[in-house]
C-alpha cells in the first residue's frame, strides 16, 4: 500500500524555527555550560576548572544581591503592573468619554526604550534636579523623595520606572480580555444584586485568568532581562544595591573579562528559571491541547 | 407571582427610538411570550422591565409597585440569558449562592434555599460542578435556579433555547412550561422562534419594529392574525401569500387570483368592510389546502408541485400556484403527483384576507 | 589614502579636540582617519573586542596599558609592533616603566600616547581665596578645608559615585595616605596581609571621611559634570585625573590662574597610566600599512605637544619640548623627575577582574555608612586572598 | 394596530416611583475619572519632562525646575540635536543613525515577523511530530537573558562571514523576537476556525500558498501587534547594533547614548531631551497611529494562555 | 457523479478509537445523510472521505480511484463546513475564484466557471459583497459555489444549517434539495438533526458510536427503525416506549404493560421469531395514538395528560401511560380533556417490538 507523501513544504517552513532553535538556543546553552566549567577570563579558553566559578560566585555578595534584587523587582513590579494594569482597563472599561485618549497615554511607554525611560527617571528621581527640588522650591524645605540615592530604596525606583514603562501593555491585554467578557454576565450580576467591586472581584478576575498568564509571561521576560534600565537609571547603584543578576553577567562577561564566571552566573541562572517554568509551561501549553480537528 | 404593567415606555439609544409609547399588562402568573424579528426590541423591552436600562420616559410596574427606578435586584425579578451567563470558575452551588452571599444573607439561610432551588429543579448531583462541565438543559437550570433562590416573582427569560440544538430545544421547552405550572409565577419569554411562542405562551406578543403588532392567544394569532407581518411571520412553511381581488356578486363575495381562477367567500367571516374591486391578498397556511375535498376543503384550485420533503408524520409538497410559490402539507400516508398540475382543495373559513396596507379583512 | 577605522570612547569635548589632532595628523600624512566614537569604555573595549574576535576589527583600537589587551596578544590576534618600535626607537625615547606596559612577553603590541595620574585635586582659586583657604597638601588639611567650605554653605568635594570613579578615588587614598609600600603589597603582591596594618585602616578612614563632604547628588553622576560643579562654583573640590584639565579649558579656565592644582593629597606619589592603542590583525595589506603609520603619527614629537595640551595629559615621549606645557602640567613633570614618586597605575599591576572586584567591595563601602572600616578590610583582604598568585 | 392593554387592575394609581432618580454623574463615575485623570498624569510626567527640557533654553534650564514651563521657548536644542550635536569627531547630530535605524528596522521587521507567523502557523494548523518540543524549546528560548548569546553569536557570524553586516543584525533581531512573535500567531490561528483551513486545503491550498494567500492577509490585527512590538524593540535595541552591525550600520541608540553621556562640562539637557524624543519619535507614531489596533490585535492574540 | 466507497476504514485519534472498520457505498447522484448525535464519529468521517485526516487503515475510492493517500484537492470533492468558512475579507467573486487561482488556471477560465456558478446558484448581484454582508441562505450559497467552480463530482456537507434559525434552515434545506436536483452530483450530508436527515435525504445512514447502525430510506428509518437508538433518535417529539411482555395466546400474541393492559398484536409484523413471556419494549410515535378509534388506530390504550403543546396545525399532548412518560401528537382542531384518564387509540401496525437488546423484533 501507498503511503502518505511526506509533507516537505512544512518542514521547509519550519527550518528557520528549527535552526534558530537547534544553533542560537541549544548550541549557545551547551556553549554557556561548557565555558562555565574552564577558568576562561577575556576570551574563551578549553581549561576546565570543575565548579571554581560555581563556587567563587556564591561566595560573591554581588551575585547574591543581584539574585535578591531580581526577586523583589520581579515580585514587585509584576504585582504592580498587573493590579495597575487591571484597574486601569475596569476604568476604561466604563464607557469613558476620551476612551482613545487616555489608552494611548497609558500605552506609550511601552514604545520607549529603556534608555529612555532610565534617562527621564532618572532626572525626576534625581534629589538635587527633578521631584525633591520641585517640591521643596514650592517651599517644602523638608520634603524628601530621595529614594534613588538611598541603598535600601534604590531597587523600588527600577521597579517604579518600570512600572510606567510596563502598566500599559497590561492594560492593553485586561482591555482586550474584558471586552470579550459576555456582558450578561454584568446583568446577571445586577440582577444578583452584587456590588460591582465584587463582582469584578468574584467573577472578572477569574476569567480573565488568561490574559493576566499571558501579560505575566511577557512580563517576567522582562524581568529576567533587566538590564538597560538599571544600567541608566541607577547603574546599579548606589553600591551595587541594585545591581541585577543580568547587569552581572554583562559585567563579568565585558567590562571584568572573566567570561568563566559570567557563564557560570548566566547558567545559575537559567537552571533556576527552567525549575521553575518546566512544570508551569507544560502545565499551561501542552497538558490540554486546545485544538481539535 | 406578581402583575408586571409597562405604561407609554419609550426607550433610545442616541437618536435611535427603539420603543415607543409602549403599553403592556402581563397578569399574574401569566406565561407572556414576547415574539418578533431580530433587532424588533424584544431584548431592550425585557432590559427594561428588569432594570438594566435607563428609560426616557414611561412607568413599569410590578406587583404594584412603581420599580422605574429601581435597582435590578430590588424588583423581586429573575432573568434567564440566552448564554445563561452562569458565572463561569464558580460551581453551581456557587452560582446559585453568589448573589446571596454578596447581599450578606446568613449561611443557614443561603444553604436552605439553595437546597430547595436544587430540589425543585433537580440539580443535587450537579452541586459541585463548574458551568463548562454541563449540558444545555443543565445551565438552563441553573440559571433558573439562581432566580428562584433570591424568590423572584417574575421570571425573565431571553432566548434561552436559541443556542440549542432541535431536540435539546424541544426538551427544553416543555421543562419550562412544567416549571411554570410548579411555581406559577409570571414568566416573560422573548424569542424569535414561532414554535416556542405557540406552544408556551398563555399569551403571545408580536412586535415588529418597536410596536406590539398583536397580543393574544396563541391560537387566535396562528388562525386570525391581524395583520400580514404577524401572519407571515408566525408558521413553518410560512402562510402561502396569494394577491387578488375581491368580487361582490349576486350570490355573495369571491376572490379572483391572478390566472382568473375564482374562490368563494362565503364561508370567510369578514371583520371590516371592504369594497367592490379591491385588491387583496389571501393567506394560506400550508394545511390549509388539503389534496382531496372534504367539508371545510372545499374551494377547488390548481397548483403544480416540484419538491417532496418527507418530514415523518407529515409531508411537506413546495410548487407553484397563480404564479407564487406555494407549499402545502399532507399527510405521510398521501400521495402527491410532482410535475403535473393538480387539484387542490382550501378550507377558506380558517383562510385570511388581509388589505392593501397588510391589515386584516 | 590607507583608511584607518579608529575605536575610541573620547567623546568629550576635549577629548575630542584631543582626538582630532591625531586625525588630522594622519591625514596631513597621507591617511584617511574613519573615526568610531563609542562613549564609555565599558561598552566600547567589548564591542572592539567582539569585532577582533568575529574577524572584522578596526583598524586602531584604544585600550588601557597593561594586562587588559594581555590575552588578544596571547591569542595573536594582535599585530606587534616590534618593527616599528625599532624604527622609532621607542627604547630611547619612551620611559621603561610605559614599555613595559605595553609589552608582552617581550613584544610590544600597543602605541602609548601620554601619561596620566588619575589623584589630582583640583580647586577653585576663587572660592579658596573667598573662603581663604590655603591649598592643602594633606588630608589632613584636605579636611580642614573642607569644613570651613561646609560651613560656608558650599560643597566641599564635588564626586560623582559612578564606581569607576570611587575607585579611582580609592586608589588616591591608599597611595597618597597608605603609601606607597601598602600600595604595591596590595596591587603587585595581592596580600590579603597588608589589610590589617594601621595604614590600610587610615586608609579605610579617609576614604569613608570623603563621603561627608560630598552632596546627595553624587549617584552615577559622571566626572564632568562634577567638574562642572567646580566651574560654576557650586563646589571647592574634586579630585580628578588629568583629563580633567581639558574639562576646564574648555570652559574656558586657565590653570593657575582660575583654578588649580595639587598631584596626589599626601605622598605627592604619581600613578603613572597611559593610553594606549592596539593594532589588531585580521586586516588587509592596507590596514597594516595604515597601522605603522599610524603609530608614527600617533608618537610624533609635535603631535605629542598639541595631543596632550588639548587633552590635560603628559606627553609620553620625554624628548619634547615642555615650555608650551600649562602650570599644573609642569607640576606634574616636576614629580614625575624623581623615580621614588612614580608608581604603576593599578592597570598596569592587576587585572579588570580583579580590580573590578575591589571596585565592587569599594563601591559597597561607600554606600553603606554602616560599615566598619575593619569589615571593609575583611572584604577587601577576602578579594585579594582569591586573586593571590 | 397595537391592541390596547387589555385591563388595568390591582395597581395603585398615583405612588411614585421607589428608589431614587438616576443621577448622570454618581460618585462612582467621579472617582473613575479621577483615577484615569491622575493616572494619566503620572504617565504623561515624563514625556511632559523631555518636551518641556527640548524647548528650553540652557540658561533657564541651570536655573533649575525641572517641571516649570520655559518663559522663552527655542527649537534650537532641536535642530541641534539632529544636525550638528557632535559625538566624537562626528558632529552631524542623529540624523545619520536615524537612517541607520531605519536601514535596519525595515527588513529586521519584515522578516522577524515573517519567520515567526511562518512558524505559529505551521505549528497550529498542520500536524509535525516534534511541534509541541520546537514550541517548547522556543518557550525557553524566550527567557534567554541575551546576554549570553553575544559571544557565540560572533562566532556564527563571523564564521559565516556575516559578522559586522545588515544581515547579522537582521539575522539576531529574528532570532530574539521569534519566541514572542511565534506564540502570539499560534494563539491567534488558534482562534481561527480550523473549517477554514480546511476549506482551503480542499481548494488546492498548499503550505505555502495557504499561508501566503489566506493566513496572512487575516492575520492583520495580529500583523499590527507584532509590527508594534518588533518597531519598538529593534528601534530601541542598542547592544545589539553596537556589536554586530559595525561602524556602518551604527544605529540611532547608539549615537543617542552617545550625545546623552556627558560630551562638555555642562549636560545640554535640552540637546539631550530633544535626541531623546527624537530617538523615540518612529516608535512613538506607530503607536499613536495604530495603538487602536493594538488592543484589537491583543484580543485576538495575547488573551488565551 | 461519482461513487463513494469506504472499505474496512479505521481512524484513530491517539488511542481513542473514532471508527472502527466501517464499510460505505455512496452510488452516483445519491444524496447520502449521515445523521447521528454528536461524538458519534460523523465528522471524523466526512474529513476522511476529504483527505483532511490521516487514516489508520482501509481504503477510500471516489468514482472508481484509489484516493485513499490522495490530496483532498484531488479527490473531487467539495466540502461545505458548518461555518461555511467563507473566506473573509475576500468578495464572493474572490472566494469562489480563490481556489482556481493557487492552482495557477488560466483568468479567462476561471472567470468562465465563476460566472456559470454564480448563474446556477443566483449569485450574480452579489459578487462583489463580503461575506460580512450575507445572509445565511447566500452564505451557504457561496459555499457551495466553491464547490462547483471546481466541477466536484462529491459534495460533502458538514452540517451546513445548524446554525441557523428554524425558518432559515427550512428554506435552506429546500434550495439544497432543489440543487441536487439540478446539479445530479453525488451528496453526503452530515446532520444531527433528523428533521434534516427525513427530509433530505435518499438514504439516510444513522451512526452511533462510529458505527452505522442502519442504512436505508427515510421513511424505512423512520417506520422501521432496526433498533432502539435508531428508533429514539429519529422522530419529534421522541417515540415512546412502553416496556412490557410479550405473551402468546391462542387468538394470536398480544404485548402486556406494565399496568396490565393487554395490546393484541396480530396486526404487528415481527421480523424475528421470540419466545413467550419475552421481555420486550413496545416503540410508538406521538402519530401513532390518537384520541378517537379508527381503521389503523384500534388497539385502545389509558393515557393522562397533563400538558397541551399547540403548535399551530397540530398540538402535542404531554403525559403518563402505564408509568411512563407519553407523548401524543394531535390535529389542532380535536380537544383533549387535561388531567384526568383519556382513551386513546394505537395504530399497532407500525409501532415498532424491540427485544432486551434494543433490537427490533
Ligand atoms: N446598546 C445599544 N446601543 C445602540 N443600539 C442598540 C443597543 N442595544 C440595542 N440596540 C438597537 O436596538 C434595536 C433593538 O435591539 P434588541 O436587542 O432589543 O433587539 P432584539 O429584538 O432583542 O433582537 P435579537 O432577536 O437579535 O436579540 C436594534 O436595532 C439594535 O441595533
Ligand atoms: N483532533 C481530535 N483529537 C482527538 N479526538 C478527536 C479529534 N477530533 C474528534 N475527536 C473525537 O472523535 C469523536 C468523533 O468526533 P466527530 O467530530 O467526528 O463527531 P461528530 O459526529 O462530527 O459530532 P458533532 O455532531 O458534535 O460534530 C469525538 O469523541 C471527538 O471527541
Ligand atoms: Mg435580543
Ligand atoms: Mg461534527
Redesign the interface.
Known amino acids: ?5 511526506i ?1 516537505w ?6 527550518t ?3 535552526l ?2 537547534v ?7 551547551i ?2 555550560v561548557g565555558i562555565s566549567f574552564t577558568d576562561s ?4 579558553v578549553a581549561r576546565f576548572a570543575g565548579f571554581s566559578q560555581y563556587v ?1 560566585l556564591f561566595g560573591t ?2 551575585w547574591l544581591t543581584s539574585i535578591q534584587n531580581m526577586v523583589i523587582f520581579g515580585v514587585l513590579m509584576i504585582a504592580i503592573s498587573l493590579a ?1 494594569g487591571f ?2 482597563a475596569v ?2 472599561d ?1 464607557r ?1 468619554r476620551a476612551e ?1 485618549f ?16 532610565g ?6 528621581l ?5 521631584i525633591e ?2 517640591v521643596r ?1 514650592w517651599g517644602f524645605e523638608n520634603f524628601r523623595f ?1 529614594w ?2 538611598r ?1 535600601e530604596t ?1 531597587i523600588y525606583c527600577v521597579v517604579l520606572a518600570a512600572v ?1 514603562h510596563a ?2 501593555l497590561v492594560m ?2 485586561m ?3 474584558l ?2 467578557i ?1 456582558p ?2 454584568w ?10 467591586w ?1 463582582f469584578y472581584w ?2 472578572v478576575v ?2 480573565l ?3 493576566f ?3 505575566t509571561v ?1 512580563l ?2 522582562g524581568v ?2 533587566l ?2 534600565l538599571v544600567l541608566v ?9 541594585s545591581d541585577v ?2 547587569k552581572f ?11 568563566g ?3 557560570a552566573a ?1 547558567t545559575t ?2 537552571i533556576t ?2 525549575c521553575a ?1 518546566t512544570p508551569w ?1 507544560y502545565a ?3 497538558r490540554a491541547e ?4 | 407571582m406578581s402583575s408586571v404593567s409597562i405604561r407609554n415606555l419609550q426607550i433610545s439609544f442616541g437618536v435611535l427610538n427603539v420603543l415607543e409609547t409602549l403599553d403592556l399588562e402581563v397578569e399574574e402568573g401569566e406565561f407572556l411570550v414576547l415574539l418578533g424579528p431580530s433587532g424588533c426590541g424584544k431584548s431592550t423591552l425585557l432590559n427594561a422591565i428588569a432594570g438594566l436600562l435607563d428609560i426616557a420616559e414611561g412607568q413599569i410596574w410590578i406587583g404594584g409597585r412603581n420599580v422605574t427606578w429601581s435597582e435590578p435586584h430590588e424588583r423581586g425579578i429573575g432573568m434567564v440569558f440566552q448564554s445563561y451567563a452562569l458565572y463561569p470558575r464558580l460551581t453551581v452551588e456557587g452560582n446559585l449562592s453568589f448573589g446571596l452571599k454578596m447581599s450578606g444573607m446568613p449561611k443557614a439561610e443561603i444553604a436552605r434555599r439553595v437546597s430547595e432551588a436544587a430540589r425543585i429543579l433537580q440539580l443535587e448531583p450537579l452541586l459541585q460542578r463548574q458551568p463548562a462541565q454541563l449540558s444545555g438543559g443543565q445551565r438552563q437550570r441553573v440559571a433558573i435556579g439562581r432566580a428562584l433562590v433570591r424568590d423572584a416573582k417574575v421570571l425573565l427569560f431571553d432566548e434561552p433555547l436559541s443556542n440549542l440544538d432541535a431536540k435539546l430545544r424541544t426538551e427544553l421547552r416543555v421543562e419550562i412550561k412544567r416549571l411554570h405550572k410548579r411555581l406559577g409565577s409570571t414568566m416573560i419569554f422573548v424569542t424569535h422562534d414561532q414554535v416556542e411562542a405557540l406552544t408556551l405562551a398563555d399569551r403571545i406578543a408580536v412586535m415588529h419594529k418597536g410596536v406590539i403588532q398583536q397580543l393574544a392567544t396563541p391560537k387566535e394569532i396562528y388562525q386570525r392574525p391581524v395583520n400580514r407581518f404577524v401572519a407571515g411571520f408566525v408558521g413553518s412553511p410560512q402562510m402561502n401569500f396569494l394577491p387578488g381581488t375581491l368580487v361582490r356578486k349576486d350570490a355573495g363575495t369571491s376572490f379572483r387570483l391572478a390566472d382568473g381562477s375564482e374562490i368563494d367567500l362565503t364561508a370567510y367571516e369578514f371583520s371590516r368592510p371592504f369594497h367592490d374591486r379591491q385588491e387583496a391578498t389571501l393567506g394560506l397556511r400550508p394545511e390549509q389546502a388539503q389534496l382531496r375535498p372534504s367539508e371545510q376543503h372545499s374551494a377547488r384550485l390548481e397548483a403544480t408541485f416540484t419538491i417532496e420533503e418527507s418530514m415523518g408524520p407529515d409531508t411537506l409538497l413546495w410548487g407553484m400556484l397563480a404564479g407564487e410559490n406555494f407549499s402545502m402539507r399532507i399527510s405521510s400516508d398521501q400521495a402527491a403527483s410532482i410535475g403535473a398540475p393538480t387539484d387542490i382543495y382550501v378550507n377558506i373559513a380558517q383562510a385570511s384576507l388581509f388589505d392593501e396596507a397588510g391589515d386584516r379583512l | 589614502a590607507e583608511k584607518a577605522e579608529v575605536l575610541h570612547w573620547w567623546t568629550t569635548e576635549a577629548q575630542s579636540k584631543a582626538v582630532k589632532v591625531f586625525a588630522d595628523a594622519f591625514n596631513a600624512a597621507g591617511g584617511e582617519w574613519v573615526d568610531n566614537a563609542i562613549v564609555n569604555g565599558d561598552v566600547a573595549k567589548p564591542t572592539g573586542i567582539n569585532r577582533i574576535v568575529g574577524g572584522n576589527p578596526p583598524t586602531v583600537m584604544m585600550m588601557n596599558a597593561g594586562k587588559q589587551f594581555g590575552e588578544l596578544a596571547d591569542q595573536g590576534l594582535l599585530n606587534n609592533l616590534d618593527n616599528v618600535a625599532a624604527a622609532g626607537d621607542w627604547k630611547k625615547s619612551l620611559p621603561a616603566d610605559v614599555l613595559e606596559a605595553v609589552s608582552r612577553d617581550g613584544h610590544i603590541y600597543a602605541v602609548p600616547v601620554n601619561l596620566q595620574t588619575p589623584n589630582w585635586l583640583w580647586y577653585n582659586k576663587a572660592l579658596f581665596e573667598k573662603f581663604g583657604v590655603q591649598e592643602p597638601t594633606t588630608w589632613e588639611e584636605f579636611f580642614a578645608a573642607a569644613d570651613r567650605f561646609k560651613a560656608g554653605g558650599i560643597i566641599p568635594l564635588a564626586f560623582g559615585a559612578q564606581p569607576w570613579q570611587q575607585h579611582q578615588l580609592f586608589n588616591g587614598v591608599l597611595a597618597g595616605a597608605g603609601g606607597r609600600d601598602l600600595y604595591l603589597s596590595i596591587f603587585r603582591d595581592k596580600n590579603p596581609e597588608a589589610t590589617k596594618t594601621p595604614e590600610f585602616k587610615r586608609v579605610a578612614e579617609t576614604y569613608a571621611k570623603i563621603r561627608s563632604y560630598t552632596d546627595p547628588g553624587t549617584p552615577n553622576r559622571s566626572f564632568n559634570e562634577a567638574a562642572s560643579m567646580l566651574t560654576t562654583g557650586k563646589a571647592a573640590m574634586h579630585i580628578m585625573g588629568d583629563w580633567e584639565k581639558g574639562e576646564f579649558t574648555a570652559a574656558g579656565w586657565v590653570a593657575g590662574k582660575d583654578y588649580g592644582c595639587v598631584l596626589g593629597l599626601g605622598q605627592q606619589n604619581f600613578l603613572m597610566d597611559s593610553n594606549v592603542f592596539i593594532m589588531p590583525k585580521g586586516g588587509s595589506e592596507a590596514a597594516a600599512k595604515a597601522q605603522a603609520l599610524m603609530a608614527e603619527v600617533m608618537l610624533d614629537k609635535d603631535v605629542q605637544v598639541k595631543f596632550n595640551n588639548l587633552k590635560g595629559s603628559m606627553p609620553v615621549r620625554n624628548d619634547v619640548d615642555t615650555s608650551g606645557l600649562d602650570a599644573c602640567s609642569k607640576v606634574g613633570l616636576e614629580v614625575l623627575k624623581d623615580p621614588g614618586k612614580q608608581l604603576a597605575g593599578p592597570d598596569w599591576l592587576a587585572g579588570a577582574d580583579m580590580l573590578n572586584s575591589l571596585a565592587d567591595v569599594v563601591v559597597e563601602y561607600w554606600a553603606t555608612p554602616s560599615e566598619t572600616p575593619d569589615e571593609f578590610a575583611d572584604k577587601y583582604a577576602a578579594v585579594l586572598s582569591e586573586f593571590q598568585e | 394596530m397595537s391592541t390596547p392593554p387589555a385591563k388595568i387592575h390591582h395597581v395603585r394609581m398615583g405612588e411614585g416611583p421607589s428608589g431614587r432618580a438616576p443621577k448622570s454623574i454618581g460618585p462612582a463615575r467621579i472617582g473613575i475619572y479621577a483615577f484615569l485623570v491622575i493616572s494619566a498624569l503620572f504617565f504623561l510626567l515624563p514625556l511632559y519632562v523631555m518636551i518641556i527640557t527640548s524647548i528650553k533654553p540652557m540658561e533657564e534650564i541651570r536655573l533649575g525646575g525641572l517641571f516649570s514651563l520655559p518663559t522663552t521657548v527655542t527649537f534650537e536644542p532641536w535642530a541641534k540635536a539632529w544636525s550638528s550635536a557632535c559625538t566624537g569627531l562626528d558632529c552631524r547630530g542623529i540624523s545619520p543613525g536615524f537612517w541607520n535605524s531605519v536601514k535596519i528596522l525595515v527588513p529586521s521587521v519584515f522578516c522577524s515577523i515573517f519567520v515567526g507567523a511562518l512558524t505559529g502557523y505551521a505549528l497550529s494548523f498542520w500536524r509535525v511530530r516534534f511541534a509541541n518540543l520546537l514550541f517548547a524549546a522556543l518557550l525557553l528560548g524566550a527567557f534567554l537573558p541575551y546576554q549570553v548569546f553575544i559571544y557565540p553569536l560572533v562566532r556564527i557570524y563571523s564564521a559565516t562571514g556575516l559578522f559586522s553586516t545588515i544581515y547579522a543584525l537582521v539575522l539576531t533581531h529574528v532570532i530574539f523576537g521569534l519566541p514572542v512573535i511565534t506564540l502570539l500567531f499560534r494563539n491567534y490561528y488558534a482562534g481561527i476556525p480550523i473549517d477554514l483551513f480546511k476549506a482551503a486545503r480542499v481548494d488546492g491550498g498548499r503550505f505555502f500558498s495557504i499561508f501566503f494567500r489566506l493566513m496572512l492577509p487575516m492575520s492583520i490585527p495580529m500583523l499590527v501587534v507584532a509590527v508594534i512590538l518588533q518597531v519598538t524593540g529593534i528601534w530601541n535595541d542598542f547592544i545589539m547594533g553596537l556589536t554586530f552591525g559595525g561602524l556602518a550600520n551604527r544605529p540611532m541608540t547608539v549615537q543617542l547614548t552617545n550625545l546623552v553621556a556627558p560630551t562638555e562640562g555642562e549636560i545640554a539637557y535640552n540637546v539631550n531631551m530633544a535626541a531623546t524624543i527624537m530617538t523615540a519619535a518612529v516608535p512613538l507614531i506607530v503607536y499613536f497611529v495604530s495603538g487602536r489596533w493594538f488592543v484589537r490585535g491583543i484580543a485576538a492574540g495575547a488573551v488565551k494562555g
Do not use: C
Request: aromatic residues 10%.
Open positions: 500500500m501507498k503511503q502518505r507523501p509533507r513544504s512544512v518542514y521547509a517552513g519550519l528557520p524555527a528549527i534558530i532553535v544553533f542560537a538556543y541549544i548550541g549557545t546553552i556553549w554557556t577570563r577575556m576570551l574563551p567563587r555578595e554581588r495597575l484597574l486601569l476604568a476604561l466604563q469613558i482613545g487616555l489608552r494611548t497615554i497609558i500605552l506609550y511607554p511601552y514604545a520607549m526604550s529603556f534608555i529612555v525611560t534617562l527621564v527617571w532618572q532626572w525626576i534625581n534629589p538635587t534636579l527633578g527640588q520641585t522650591g530621595d534613588i540615592i541603598k534604590a510606567w502598566a500599559g492593553a491585554i482591555l482586550a480580555g471586552r470579550g459576555d450578561d454576565l446583568k446577571a450580576s445586577r440582577i444578583d444584586g452584587v456590588k460591582p465584587r468574584h467573577i477569574p476569567i485568568r488568561p490574559s498568564i499571558s501579560a511577557l517576567s521576560l529576567v532581562k538590564y538597560d537609571l541607577t547603574g546599579g547603584g548606589p553600591g551595587f544595591s543578576p543580568a553577567v554583562m559585567d563579568y562577561l565585558f567590562q571584568r573579562q572573566n567570561i564566571l559570567a557563564t548566566a541562572l537559567l528559571l527552567l517554568l509551561l499551561e501549553y501542552f486546545k485544538r481539535k480537528d
